[in-house]
């Protein structure tokens, strides 16, 4: 169906043209489920055999894996879906790509236009629902706006600060007919507002006066594929480099610049330099609470440079003195070339004696940083991870030693539980030559595991972990520390998941003891398609360290308190 | 620190920007006193006008939230004593006979004017500034009063173009 038009071609029904678009788009797999309102899309697309449509088996998955596909590619993810249930379903993936800033197209059917507002079977108003979340939000009314609508979709989707946008299309414009027409006008949607000129000369003379000055690396840095330039800035100017939960594998850990993540679970001696710091480069982040703590007491001696695109981020949570609005991938270099070297070794070296040795101890020695040491060493470091929200994905962003670019996934800024498994199967079809790890807790995996039926039907390799501790580990943790071990309603049964793969026909191992770590994690990377490894860990297993909540990162708790009574 | 600021938002009348734009101020949080909607600048565009109470970096923070809305075509947030305010009050009275003398004076006062006179009484159209208008409907209270309807401040921000944004462009330094 690809090719230019021919003259005097039939007019294409309003789902032939969407797909016919979504081909002009550089789409090759978009994720969905068929219903009611996006039938006739359903009948068009098996005549556009380079559009490869993966099935899952609920609408929630469709948006994760469309957001992990984005994640690794950096292009827009498509996830489809009907009216009504369908499009609802889609609105924790909408969300989780919004807050984290992924390029998503979300394709809705919609009820016929006569049926809108009457509340039809499945009519849902889902422009209204995901206004908040997503960039752009659009019904198509009208069939001769349709192509120029999808083309704007995926221009607001990648251009400035990407995010999800939704276009919803009732079943009536699906069918009727119009002829294509080429892209008729640029995409003139305004994504982002003007800024003013960076101030670069404030910037350095702030660098060169630091003593002790610390490199802030978030997502900013992954999205503007700004890897070499973060590595020459920081090599330049001698800076240490922190990375976000979002900003890890944006700078290798391997490199003796690099410090850690920050924040609530972040490592002490990281979160002790941002409380010593007098100048923080904030490079693509935008000061999480879940970095800064109680911004009250956040980094009090440091002035701040944020190299940020979107300037409604600068001064959001913490008061900047040097703001530079504009692309990190050219504003770092534009740095780099006005800095004279300089060496922090001294503050490097006062940074590691802060550093603490794990102490922790497992049942079994079934540790994390074990389970991970093995899944790193059994690829070579060449492995994507995708982590879903818990313990375990502190222990994935914490002790998974990241080497190169983009390798890291997980939802930041939602925290959506029922993430991993879906959006790792994006992040294979992304990258189908190397292997891909979805790891989960018990309670996180179970949200999605139904994902499985549509690896096996699909042929996607994806290697599940599940970290089962019998808990909703982080929630329990918090319930140990903070509301006197009360732990109401966070004991979760689980199934006997190897029996539950082997049901989908799936390989699955269960490993209770450190030595049988190796040897399942590399069974599962030799099974041809999925595979399953459930670790049975310690059930009470923490993640240190912790600043409580609403605390400055100063206030740091580096085991359990002994009995934790709520105030 | 906290003052109230002016803020004005040119779209493109959209019910769906609107929708868009009233969800902002709603999840940011923001404390609205007025909210007015009326013509914009443009032939087709739409103005919504708001006093909001913030300090100045977030007033200016939730006015670049607006310009990244889809349909916007500028936002603007001052300090409201920086912008030209007024509002507009239609007041409904039914005052005896014997105080319709009174009841123009008064009028004559506030520069009010009866607009509408009735056997179901008379309509005063009041404008200003909002403490202004408020003085004259107390004014006015004694003389019988049936309704109120207040338009909320329409505001006029200098510098404030209501012409479509131009596309951002990446800052290269």
Known sequence: MTGDPQPGAAPLSGAHLTCRILEEEGVSVLFGYPGGAIMPFYHALPEFPSLRHILVRHEQAAAHAADGYARATGRPGVCVATSGPGATNLVTGLATAYMDNSPVVAITGQVARPMMGRDAFQETDIVGITLPITKWSVLVEDITELADVLREAFHVARSGRPGPVLVDIPKDVQNQRIAYEPRTRAPGLVTLPPAPAPDLDAAVRLLERAERPLILAGHGVILGDAFAELRAFAEASGIPVITTLLGISGFPEDHPLHLGMPGMHGEVHVNRAIQQADLLVAVGMRFDDRVTGNTAGFARHAKVIHLELDPSEIGKNVPVDVPLVGDVKRLLPALTARLAPRDHGGWLAAIHAERRERAEHYRGGLSPEGILRAMHEATGGRVNVVADVGQHQMWVAKLFPYRRPNQHFSSGGLGAMGFAVPAAMGVWLARPDEPVWAVSGDGGFQMNMQEMATMVQEKLPIKLAIFNNGYLGMVRQWQQFFHGRRYSQTPIWSPDYVKLAEAYGIPGWRVERAEGVAGAVEAALRADGPALVEFVIEQEANVFPMIPPGATLSDVIESPPPEAVPA | ?173
């Not at chain 2, 409201?80 to 009028?107: K, S």
């Open chain 2, 1 to 173: 620190m906290s003052r109230r600021h002016a803020l004005t938002v040119d779209y493109d009348g959209k019910l769906v920007t609107l929708n868009a734009a009233v969800g902002l101020l709603r999840r940011r949080n923001v404390p609205v006193h007025d909210l007015l909607l009326g013509p914009g600048p443009g032939e087709r565009g739409r103005r919504l006008s708001a006093m909001i109470e913030s300090d100045s970096p977030t007033a200016e923070r939730i006015a670049q939230l607006f310009r990244k809305l889809v349909g916007v075509h500028d936002a603007s947030a001052r300090p409201a004593d920086d912008a030209v305010a007024r509002e507009l009050a239609l007041v409904h009275l039914r005052p005896p006979a014997a105080q319709y003398a009174e009841l123009y004076d008064v009028c004559q006062l506030y520069q009010a004017e009866v607009i509408e006179e009735s056997a179901e009484g008379v309509v005063v159209q009041a404008h200003g500034p909002a403490t202004f208008v408020q003085s004259c409907i107390r004014a006015l209270e004694r003389f019988g009063l049936v309704d109120v309807a207040r338009s909320g401040a329409s505001v006029s921000l200098p510098g404030a173009s209501g012409a479509p944004t131009p596309q951002p462009e990446v800052i290269v330094p």
